[in-house]
């Protein structure tokens, strides 16, 4: 099952950009989705949502609640659930999960696209 892994840059609604570490998780499966605290994992397939992160870096993101929204790479961004996960963001950035065929629409890619294969 493919894993996409990048980085990218959000706007958030004052604005401000902000990096974020983005993961796709197989669009069928879903292998590796996290935990959610808030929100409904069937919701991932519903257009332009992205789950959060809710660790030390959350707040870089102005602490966003359901249905909160940004730009990356000119696509809008929904926040349809909320996470928790049991190690915090990576290299200091927040964390989004999303489809990995959503992942590789929003994020310009490299000739190869799968950072893992689980």
Partial sequence: ?????????VKLRD?????????GLDDT???????????NIEDIYSENSFIVV?????PKLGSPKLGAEFELNDHRV??????KVTTSGF???????????RAIQYIPTTRYTISYIL
Wanted: glycine content about 14%; hydrophobic content about 40%; overall charge negative.
């Fill in 29 to 39: 499966s879903l292998f590796g989705r996290p935990q959610l605290v808030a929100g």
């Fill in 78 to 83: 929904v926040i349809a659930g909320i996470a």
């Fill in 91 to 101: 290299f200091g950035v927040p964390t989004l999960y999303t489809t990995y065929s």
């Fill in 15 to 23: 604005g401000d950009y902000q990096s974020v570490t983005v993961l």
């Fill in 54 to 58: 809710k660790d030390s870096e959350y």
């Fill in 1 to 9: 099952m493919p894993l996409y892994s990048g980085g990218a840059l």
